[in-house]
């Protein structure tokens, strides 16, 4: 059985602040994705990274970082400088990578970002 | 533009009362999926359909039925339905595994079951 957790379930910082999103997965499989998802005010779902875990390298996008650590079996997402855009649920989420393998998402963690 | 269709967008349903939540995409993927999302809960997985012909239960299946019969149509139905089902319900459809290219997921529709 797979299982994400995402111990935050509400943050709120001041814009400018970094903040840091933890998630930790489990699973049995020796192969497997990660990926972030951000659902804004809004509703819908935003694709933000996938990550497999062969490759255990840092990966920074703009004010976005993700951190993998596959000893801990954390997949932790910074965000630097934050703005009151940042403002959204953000989903870590797991899959297999054989066959037609489903999503598990973590609870979510709800960043708040005021001015 | 390519992408999964869902409707409606929200509907107010009577408890006891059948629905059918549609979803369509357009990109031709073998796999869909149905979720659905509560507050404090995340997203759960209700029902897939790895390809047209075959169906799967996921976490929550329960008071929901799928079918699937062609490649872009994967209707969700509640036959009876219950005050806790009210949640927003996400489709989603993929071309292989979720970290393949091309995870694709709606915009939700917003049910409430009264």
């Known amino acids: 059985a797979q299982k994400v957790t995402q111990a935050q379930t509400e943050i709120s910082v001041v814009e400018k602040e970094d903040v840091t999103l933890d998630c930790v997965y489990e699973?049995?499989?020796?192969?497997?994705?990660l990926f972030w998802y951000k659902q804004p005010p809004s509703g819908e779902l935003v694709f933000l990274i996938r990550?497999?875990?062969?490759?255990?390298q840092n990966e920074i996008s703009g004010r976005y970082s993700w951190n993998f650590q596959k000893s801990t079996s954390s997949f932790n997402f910074t965000i630097t400088a934050s703005q009151v855009v940042d403002s959204a649920v953000y989903f870590c989420?797991?899959?297999?990578?054989?066959?037609?393998?489903?999503?598990?998402f973590g609870k979510g963690t709800m960043l708040l970002v005021s001015p | 533009i390519a992408g999964i269709t869902q409707a409606p967008t929200s509907q107010i349903l009577a408890a006891g009362r059948r629905m059918t939540l549609r979803c369509t995409q357009d990109?031709?993927?073998?796999?869909m999926y149905w979720y659905r999302q509560d507050l404090g809960l995340g997203l759960r997985l209700i029902h897939y359909s790895n390809t047209a012909g075959t169906t799967g239960k996921g976490e929550v299946p329960d008071g929901y039925s799928v079918s699937r019969a062609n490649t872009d149509d994967f209707p969700l139905t509640l036959a009876s339905a219950v005050p806790s089902q009210t949640s927003v319900y996400f489709c989603?459809?993929?071309?292989?595994?979720?970290?393949?290219?091309?995870?694709?997921f709606g915009s939700g529709t917003r049910l409430t079951v009264v």
């Open positions: 989420a797991l899959s297999g990578m054989s066959g037609y393998s489903t999503l598990t």
């Open positions: 990550r497999n875990s062969f490759d255990e």
């Open positions: 699973t049995r499989d020796t192969t497997y994705y």
């Open positions: 989603a459809s993929s071309e292989g595994p979720p970290g393949a290219p091309g995870y694709t």
């Open positions: 990109m031709r993927h073998n796999a």
